[in-house]
């Protein structure tokens, strides 16, 4: 599996701009896809936003949060990045990056230790 680290998280306010980093502990060519997730007190962990590791680099979003979220990728420093801005309360969550890699049939999942972003009114 693959070892990824995330950083950036931090207190912010309403309105205000973060960007996530994840870095994985190789190529991101050896991966298909990865994503950010996030998980709320109290709530299941959902879906933020994807981007596969083809050339096309797709990308897809949570409605909640297009327009407001990017997501991109670093093929150099193997990092994908999350830039967040009008972050409303709502945000608040433990942001967990994930890698999805395809060998056959089978889905290996990697997440990391997650980074809590905190928005307040």
């Known amino acids: 599996q693959v070892q990824l680290v995330e950083s950036g998280g931090d207190l912010v306010q309403a309105g205000g701009s973060l960007r996530l980093s994840c870095a994985a502990s190789?190529?991101?060519?050896?991966?298909?896809?990865m994503g950010w997730y996030r998980q709320a007190p109290g709530k299941q962990r959902e879906l933020v936003a994807t981007?596969?590791?083809?050339?096309?680099?797709?990308?897809d979003y949570a409605d909640s949060v297009k327009g407001r979220f990017t997501i991109s990728r670093d093929n150099i420093k193997n990092t994908i990045n999350l830039e967040m801005s009008n972050l409303k309360p709502e945000d608040t969550a433990v942001y967990y990056c994930?890698?999805?890699?395809?060998?056959?049939?089978?889905?290996?999942?990697?997440w990391g230790q997650g980074t809590q972003v905190t928005v307040s009114s």
């Open positions: 994930n890698a999805v890699q395809i060998r056959g049939l089978k889905r290996y999942d990697s």
């Open positions: 190789e190529s991101i060519f050896s991966i298909n896809a």
């Open positions: 981007i596969t590791i083809s050339s096309r680099g797709s990308t």
